[in-house]
């Protein structure tokens, strides 16, 4: 019987055979996350975030634990999630227009049909007037708009996003921050968030894992109690530093605090 919760990760582990032995990189870990949900990932380098993901995506097999999407077992099955890297990874010989469709094109999709759908889109989400340029013509900010464009019209119900916006400069994360609220709320999609600004994932998310490492393992699991819409005020809010002071008290006891701005 298909389940309310979008994305259950169950009792997975993963350990990696090296030249000097096994390296357990995740511990067995339980995490359940219903449809139409925010939930960001924070932890310190080495702490399974990655591998997660990329049990998840179907790319690698876990050791142990299953993945269930809509109440079904997806364990090493690919292209039931949309998963966009740091990296735009936007192809350089393609317009922004031919990226942001590629994934509908992969699907099947023909490129005449695949095109009338995604010009909408950029006109309505920030990208009108770039549409026949090159990725190289364009800021780190509107390649990142691509990026997700592309990812979001990959037409999967979860969207796995690991830190899409590290790279960019403090003034254009922000813009993105919001940009990305917004394109959530419109399509309602259930987003997993990888990150290493703490800040970030409180203000973004419904919910904040806490994760350590050696071997990588849920800490804690933070409901961030604030409503929607949420203003850049609301970091000033008691309930939002209560979360932060809980977030990097656990990080600093699990391993090397993060930057709360990296």
């Known amino acids: ?15 990696f055979k090296t030249p000097t032995g ?6 067995p870990i339980t995490l359940t996350i219903p449809e139409g949900r925010f939930v960001s990932l924070i932890g310190p380098s080495g702490c399974g975030k990655s591998t997660i993901f990329n049990i998840v995506a179907g790319l690698i097999e876990p050791t142990s634990g299953k993945v269930l999407i809509d109440g079904l077992d997806a364990t090493g099955t690919i292209g039931r999630v949309g998963y966009m890297l740091q990296k735009d990874l936007l192809l ?5 227009l031919d990226n942001v469709v590629l994934g509908m094109e992969i699907q099947g999709v023909p490129l005449t049909e695949a095109r009338q759908r995604a010009l909408p889109l950029l006109q309505r989400y920030g990208l009108s007037g770039f549409e026949h340029l090159y990725p190289r ?3 780190g900010g509107m390649r990142q708009r691509a990026a997700l464009l592309r990812t979001l019209l990959f037409d999967t119900d979860i969207i796995l996003l690991d830190e899409p916006f590290g790279a960019l400069d403090a003034q254009t994360k922000l813009k993105m921050q919001e940009w990305l609220l917004q394109l959530w709320s419109d399509f ?5 968030f990888v990150t290493h ?6 203000y973004l998310s419904d919910e904040v894992v806490v994760m350590g490492t050696r071997p990588g393992r849920i800490l804690e699991t933070i409901p961030v109690p604030v409503g929607r819409p949420r203003l850049r005020t609301t970091a000033l809010s008691p309930e939002f530093i209560k979360i932060k002071e809980r977030c990097l ?3 600093n006891v699990s391993g090397p605090a ?3 701005a990296a």
């Open 1 to 15: 019987m298909p389940s309310a919760d979008k994305l259950r990760i169950e009792q997975v582990s993963m350990t």
């Open 249 to 251: 008290a656990l990080l």
């Open 92 to 96: 350089p010989w393609r317009t922004v």
């Open 22 to 27: 096994a390296y357990r990189a995740l511990e």
């Open 137 to 139: 013509a364009l800021s």
């Open 258 to 260: 993060l930057s709360e």
């Open 188 to 192: 309602r999609k259930t987003v997993v």
């Open 197 to 202: 600004d703490v800040e970030e994932a409180i």
